[in-house]
């Protein structure tokens, strides 16, 4: 009976659960941390790095904020969404994170990083010591029926092209440190469980 209901739960868990269940144990966060939120455009990254943001400032500690729209309009506003540019777009991006953790302030990035190749560059520039990349999960039926800033009705219309998720991949994840469900889950939720994560 015991192994019956043990083999419905692994088959029920969906993976973002499994996810949780297997990393929860909680991961000290230091001061050179770089928090590394990661998933599909309109998962969620920008509004839980937002909140979390704030309640680390709260603690006491010192951030700073790293986020893909924003960078894009500055220091990347030269990259595209090309496999290359991406590519090019997130080393630069890490490499501001270096920078920070190595002053001791925590980052809390926001970037799609839609490939395990992007992923694994972040730790390589980092020092994977020093990061910790959340998957913001979320379907991308339910990002697509979101559609806050309208751009995957354009990339559905081929208005927009390399759309992630649409027309440019989004591998999943094998080893990223933590999971947060924005479909099943509020914000305060999410943030809540990435606090306790974080044990700070
Ligand atoms: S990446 O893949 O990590 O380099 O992307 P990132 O730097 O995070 O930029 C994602 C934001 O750019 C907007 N945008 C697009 N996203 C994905 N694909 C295409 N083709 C695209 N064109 C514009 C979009 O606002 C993304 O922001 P988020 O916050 O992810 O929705
Ligand atoms: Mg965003």
């Not at 929860?24 to 230091?30: A, C, P, Q, R």
């Not at 972040?122 to 990349?133: A, P």
């Not at 989004?170 to 080893?175: D, W």
Request: aromatic share 8%; with cysteine.
């Amino acid at each position: 009976m015991f192994l019956i209901v043990l083999i419905i739960d692994c088959l029920y868990f969906s993976d973002s659960k499994k996810r949780n269940v297997l990393t929860s144990v909680t991961m000290k966060l230091k001061k050179e941390t770089v928090i590394w939120f990661f998933g599909l455009s309109g998962s969620g990254k920008t509004t839980l790095a937002d909140t979390l943001n704030e309640q680390l400032l709260k603690k006491g500690f010192q951030t700073r904020k790293l986020d893909g729209d924003v960078l894009r309009k500055g220091l990347n506003v030269d990259l595209g969404f090309e496999e290359e540019d991406r590519k090019e777009n997130i080393r630069r991006a890490a490499e501001v994170a270096k920078l920070f953790s190595k002053t001791g302030i925590v980052t809390i990035a926001s970037f799609i990083t839609p490939k395990e190749e992007l992923r694994a560059l972040v730790k390589e520039i980092i020092g994977k010591e020093n990061v910790i990349d959340i998957y913001v999960d979320c379907s991308i039926e339910t990002c697509i029926k979101r559609d806050v800033k309208g751009l995957y009705k354009k990339a559905l219309n081929k208005e927009i092209l390399n759309f992630t998720g649409i027309d440019s991949v989004f591998e999943s994840s094998k080893n990223h440190c933590f999971t947060v469900n924005t479909e099943e889950e509020s914000v305060v939720q999410s943030v809540n469980s990435i606090v306790s994560f974080l044990e700070c």
